[in-house]
Structures are given as C-alpha cells and as structure tokens.
C-alpha cells in the first residue's frame, strides 16, 4: 500500500507564497507519476499540477500557470508545489496524489492514491 502525506499549509496573505511538500511510503517512489489537486468549500476537486516520473514532464491548470510550480526529489520520495502570487481564490484543501500512469495525469480517477489534505488559506 502507498502512503501519502502532506504538509505546508497554512494562512497567508494575498501576493505571499506557500511550499507544499507529499512525502510518499510503501513502494518505489519513482514508479509513480504525481499530482496535486484542490478543493474549495462547495466547489469539486479540481487538478493543478502533475509531473512524470522521472520529472522531466510537467503539467498546470491555467489558473496557476506562471505562478506554481511542481517539482520532486525521487531520492527524498519527495513531492513538492511551490506557490507564488497567491490569491484569495486559492483558497482551499491541497491533495497529493500518486497514478501508475505513465506521463502526466489531469484527471482525478487516473490516480491511484490520496494523501489527507493540507489546509491553504489566502487572505485579501
């Protein structure tokens, strides 16, 4: 079984910047491409970032293009999203998720596994 856990959340003010970390356990880390997803109150699940295996394939939501960028360290098991500019609309639950698909994955059931959420808070 896989295991998933992130951490770096919290509150911060609109324009500041935030880095998310997933730590994964269980199996070879670099079998598995990963993604982060959020969700705001009332709102579904949406995808915002996803990066290969061997991280050399990186993909990104137009609402944060230019201003997160995904990254891991396969030797850490290591997923990281690293978020600048943020807005109050940012606001939300961060997942980490891990797909045995090869490549990048922007859909939620192509992903096998779920960490719990980390909170962000952007205040205006």
């Known amino acids: 079984q896989v295991q998933l856990v992130e951490s770096g959340g919290g509150l911060v003010q609109a324009g500041g910047s935030l880095r998310l970390s997933c730590v994964v356990s269980?199996?070879?880390?670099?079998?598995?491409?990963m993604g982060w997803f959020r969700q705001a109150p009332g709102k579904e699940r949406e995808f915002v970032a996803a990066?290969?295996?061997?991280?050399?394939?990186?993909t990104y939501a137009d609402s944060v293009k230019g201003r997160f960028t995904i990254s891991r360290d396969n030797a850490k098991n290591t997923v990281y999203l690293q978020m600048n500019s943020l807005r109050p609309e940012d606001t939300a639950v961060y997942y980490c998720a891990a797909t045995e698909s090869t490549g990048v994955a922007t859909i939620r059931h192509r992903y096998d596994y779920w960490g719990q959420g980390t909170q962000v808070t952007v205040s205006s």
């Open positions: 269980g199996r070879t880390f670099s079998n598995y491409g």
């Open positions: 990066i290969s295996r061997g991280g050399t394939i990186t």
